[in-house]
């Protein structure tokens, strides 16, 4: 007799476990049902775009109106925008309930270009790859003396083991200008030199400074140079020295 209780409660035992695991399906189904009910995404909207069009941004993203804002996945929508669309930089993605979704893109610029053996590569100030070109911008630097390795749209720039630190102080120099609003004024970087780092200034001068400089400060120095010879002399600045900057005029 007390082993027949024991079976039963046992018995009853699985069937209340039973009901309580069908109430929990059926209320998971019922939230995901509710959930593809009332945030069905029903508007796209894009900000932040000017190179690129709304509809290229949507295109790259890869996503419809229809879907679900809570079952999409939000790194793959960034990734695809950033393979497909090179001058993206950034990509925001978030959702205004109960129907729209918001991407927020901001877009870069080309800062330099980098000499092929058949071309000019562009790149952001980070180092982005950007597209290929037979001639750079009028308004762009261009890094000599390192060619990029097994270059690819989207891809960062990569100068070999060897230029390594050099291109990281070409990417600074080119951060640091645009900070100063005088990028526009730098014609060559050129990396080939052990010694310095070499670049040319307003088509008139080439100047000269260690590789461990801080560009910021060295920036400031050649501005103020600048400032004090006249618009048409042309010659070498030299900012080797530690406090101290020379002009050599051709």
Known sequence: ??????NHRRRRGRFVFLLKLIAFVVAVAAMLWAAALFFRMDYIVVSGNERYSESEVLAAS????GGNLYFLNKYDVKEAIFQQLPYVETVKINRKLPDTLLIEVSECKAAAGVQDEDGIWLISDHGKLLEKVKNPPADCPVIIGAAPIEPTVTGTVNLGEEAAYRQSVALTLLQ???KRGVRERIGEIDLADDTALNFTYLGRFTVRQPWTADIAYKLESLKTVVDYLENNETGRIDLMTEGKASFIPE
């Open 1 to 6: 007799m007390e082993k027949t209780r024991h």
């Open 62 to 65: 890869g996503l419809q109106t």
């Open 176 to 178: 640091e200008s645009e």
